[in-house]
């Protein structure tokens, strides 16, 4: 039995070769499109050029986005952590914060059909609120940050970004490459 399977390994070896071979040769095409590429232009075929074209444009800015701000609420989560334990949103949440967070985890509860977002109460809050909750605790960050000016202007700018994207809105390239050097300020600064 082992043999067969040991043979039937090596065929399978020598003709993914092959194929290769007959590739690079020319005699042999690739598809034009994966699976995925085919269902993405089936969904996408009755849609105008404008939007198709600008939804690859937005992928890349939200791709950004995504990273840089659950980087940053990583971030304060696991800074908060370290000093308070897993209960720190309790003890350094504004009121409002607080409120805001029970506003929309019932908003959520009354729309069950609908998956939600993390669990964590940080994950409720607004992008803008983050800065907030370094700000207002500035004695737990100061050693990571130059000045609370260098990150209220970064997470301000990027807020401004973050609806133009977050709004499904097609985002300048000069934008878009102000929020890319903003993570990677914050990943030069705190990574």
Request: charged share 30%.
């Amino acid at each position: 039995m082992r043999t067969r399977l040991n043979d039937f390994a090596f065929r399978g070896l020598l003709a993914a070769h092959a194929i290769e071979d007959l590739r690079v040769a020319g005699l042999l095409r690739t598809p034009a499109v994966t699976a995925d590429e085919r269902r993405e232009q089936d969904l996408f075929a009755p849609l105008s050029d404008t939007i198709r074209e600008g939804s690859l444009q937005m992928q890349r800015y939200y791709r950004i986005l995504y990273a840089y701000e659950n980087f940053v609420r990583e971030f304060i989560s696991s800074r908060f952590e370290e000093l308070d334990g897993a209960d720190w949103f309790d003890r350094r949440a504004t009121t409002a914060m607080k409120r805001k967070v029970e506003e929309r985890r019932q908003a959520e509860i009354k729309n069950q059909w609908h998956i939600g977002r993390n669990e964590h109460p940080l994950f409720f809050l607004d992008f803008g609120d983050l800065g907030l909750l370094i700000i207002n605790h500035w004695d737990c960050f100061k050693d990571f940050f130059p000045s609370q000016s260098w990150v209220t202007s970064r997470l301000q700018d990027a807020e401004r970004t973050r609806n133009v994207i977050a709004h499904t809105n097609l985002l300048a390239a000069e934008e878009g490459h102000r929020i890319e050097m903003y993570l990677r300020d914050w990943i030069k600064q705190i990574g």
